[in-house]
């Protein structure tokens, strides 16, 4: 059974960085695309960047130039390096994984992880 297990996050004031990382286990998924989504309280589930196996990156316009997403794949883990953060990044963070780019982007990833939760306050 594959399974994402994310760790990371907590609580940072404005201007200051966090990393999440997800390990995924059960198969291997060095050839699959990997990517990171957020749920902001009462908000809908967004996207905020993917990574493919030959580490082609792509980012939602809110956190380009701040967050940076990076993969190790010897260890199928994927992480998120987020700086310059702001109140609004606040939301759990999920990881997904999926062999197909295209769904994964739209949010329909095969396998998803538990979320973990980033909190940007003064």
């Known amino acids: 059974q594959a399974q994402l297990v994310e760790s990371g996050g907590g609580l940072m004031h404005p201007g200051g960085s966090l990393s999440v990382s997800c390990a995924a286990s059960?198969?291997?998924?060095?050839?699959?695309?990997m990517g990171w989504f957020r749920q902001a309280p009462g908000k809908e589930r967004e996207f905020v960047a993917d990574?493919?196996?030959?580490?082609?990156?792509y980012y939602a316009d809110s956190v380009r130039g701040r967050f940076t997403i990076s993969r190790d794949n010897a260890k199928t883990t994927v992480y998120l390096q987020m700086n310059r953060l702001k109140p609004e990044d606040t939301a759990v963070y999920y990881c997904a994984v999926d062999t197909n780019l295209v769904r994964l982007r739209n949010g329909r990833a095969e396998y998803w992880g538990q979320g973990t939760q980033v909190t940007v306050s003064s």
């Open positions: 990574i493919t196996w030959i580490r082609s990156t």
């Open positions: 059960g198969r291997t998924f060095s050839s699959d695309s």
